[in-house]
């Protein structure tokens, strides 16, 4: 997975609403829009707004059936994310003390 993926993905599931829909996707194989912002406790176009994100990262997958849509989550991706996040901290660890993984970081000293 490239660094632009990453950050993709990162960014998708960073959010404290999409993580909530993620959990309720995981408890279900598949659930309607509607349904989904029925248990969220949120507008449908606000769901919508979040799947939209959660989709173009490739986390979730969608179908349309008459005019409701379906979401479910795409567990391939999922497991691409987890594994790409467990390869950083792999290649950070051992390879560098924590102080000059500090050292590199894009703060100023005197910060």
């Known amino acids: 997975m ?3 993926e990453l950050k993709l993905l990162c ?3 960073g959010d404290v609403s999409r993580m909530n829909i993620l959990r309720t996707l995981a408890a279900v194989p598949e659930i309607s829009v509607t349904e989904l ?3 969220l406790v949120v507008s ?3 769901a919508s707004w979040h799947l939209r994100i959660l989709r173009r990262a490739g986390v979730i997958t969608t179908r349309r059936e008459g005019r ?3 979401c479910a989550l795409a ?3 999922l497991e691409q994310f987890r594994e790409a996040i467990g390869d950083l901290i792999d290649h ?3 390879t560098e ?5 500090w050292e590199k970081s894009a703060l100023p000293s005197s910060a």
């Open 2 to 4: 490239t660094d632009r």
């Open 11 to 13: 960014r998708a599931v």
């Open 37 to 39: 912002a029925y248990r």
């Open 44 to 46: 449908q176009p606000l």
């Open 68 to 70: 409701q849509v379906y």
């Open 75 to 77: 567990p391939e991706r």
């Open 92 to 94: 950070t660890e051992g």
């Open 97 to 101: 003390g924590k102080e000059q993984l």
